[in-house]
């Protein structure tokens, strides 16, 4: 592992705590965007995504027999602070906050179960990831009932809504607990939002697609999960 490259987490009040030091290597400068949309990294075209700010940027990095991870980098040439953010499998959709002070994004390391964090940035002092996945999982299975199980989970950072307040999309498939298990099991389809308060790791509005649409113009079913 090249030197100035932080590989792990500490747990700390139940996040994930990262620490950044003096890094290498150069970085890539890019010009962002206006508007802050998700955007996908993939381990194929390791793109780039900077901050709103203009300060940072989001890429995909990883050595040869190595599994990549993201990788937040100063876009100062004269710093190089960069830090390993978190392992993926293959990509990740990520979203900047207006603010350029965290960024959500996602991880899919399973065929059938995305997993959803947001990163806080605490300066050249580090920062600091909030996994949101069960959270948000346990408030749909309470929707749903425990008649149900979860067969498949994607789930999406759409908007910064507020600082601190987080729109989330999921896309997911379950179906009625029945044993045994029947040859052709009915499986049903849902679409929901959820806007998420951040630091608190909580839920304070349960949207359906119509409320979605109407209240945030986005429309979930064409959204590319």
């Known amino acids: 592992m090249p030197e100035g490259l932080l590989r792990g987490a500490m747990m700390k009040h139940g996040r994930f705590v990262l620490i950044m030091i003096w890094g290498l290597s150069s970085v890539v400068l890019t010009m962002g965007t ?12 390791r793109g780039t995504v900077v901050s ?6 989001l890429t995909v990095w990883g050595e040869k027999n190595e599994s990549p991870w993201i990788m937040l980098e100063s876009r100062d040439v004269q710093s190089k602070y960069r830090v390993q953010v978190w392992p993926i499998n293959d990509s990740v959709y990520v979203l900047w906050a207006p603010d350029s002070q965290a960024f ?41 009932g425990k ?9 999406k950072p759409l908007l910064w809504v507020q600082k601190g307040v987080l729109l989330v999309g999921v896309d997911c498939d379950t179906a009625e607990k029945i044993t045994p298990p029947p ?11 959820y806007l998420v308060d951040v630091e608190q790791r ?23 999960w």
């Not at 802050?36 to 993939?42: D, E, I, K, R």
């Not at 909580?202 to 590319?224: A, H, N």
């Open 183 to 193: 040859k052709q099991q009915p499986v049903q389809n849902w679409f929901r939002s």
């Open 104 to 144: 959500a994004f996602t991880d899919a390391r399973f065929e059938d179960s995305y997993y959803l964090f947001v990163d806080h940035l605490r300066g050249y002092l580090g920062s600091e990831v909030t996994d949101l996945s069960s959270m948000l999982e346990s408030h749909f299975s309470r929707f749903v």
């Open 202 to 224: 909580k839920v304070i509005d349960d949207l359906d697609e119509q409320q979605t649409k109407s209240r945030y113009g986005i429309d979930l079913q064409k959204e590319k």
């Open 52 to 57: 709103p700010d203009g300060k940072w940027q």
């Open 147 to 155: 008649r149900y199980e979860i067969l498949r989970w994607y789930v």
């Open 34 to 45: 206006e508007k802050v949309l998700p955007v996908m990294l993939s381990t194929v075209d």
